[in-house]
């Protein structure tokens, strides 16, 4: 028979809660608002001796909104992951900054979040690459995105090297 001991100091355990999230979607609010706005509503949901079991509610972090620099640079991350994927082929993918931002004001959604951002990347942007590379397998050169604000999509153009 053997034992083991298992040592729980440094654990963290992560309750999640949408109490409050009406605030803090609420674009009329400031982040300090809508944590308060929240806060009050914790407390009126939850007992004391619950919301205290967190070692003092100083540990009950809040969300914060991501800012539009912080977006563009998620789907910046995607267009990098798509140069990785086919850089080894002779592919590069190009987007401008300026496209990337005028995509993100169009597409981001306060309510959904930037999740479907990378999701639309993936679903619009990819299939134009891989179709082409199946349809020109000795090809290589560039794909440039450019942003279309009539379409609300990208438009996508391939130079040949």
Known sequence: MSVELSIFFDI?????????QSYYLDPNLSDDA??????????????????????GRENILHFKRLPMEVIERIIRREI?????????????IEIKDSCISTFCHDHYDIIRGARGLPGYIKTNVRPFIV?????NPHDQGVFKAIYNQHTHS????????
């Open 12 to 20: 963290m355990i992560i309750m999640t809660s949408n109490i409050g």
């Open 80 to 92: 990098d992951k798509l140069n990785q994927s086919y850089s080894h082929r002779g592919y590069t």
């Open 34 to 55: 809508a944590c308060e706005l929240a806060t009050n509503e914790l407390n009126n949901t939850y007992r004391s001796e619950m919301l205290n079991r967190f070692n």
């Open 154 to 161: 990208f438009d996508m153009e391939f130079y040949k090297n």
């Open 131 to 135: 179709n082409h590379i199946l349809q």
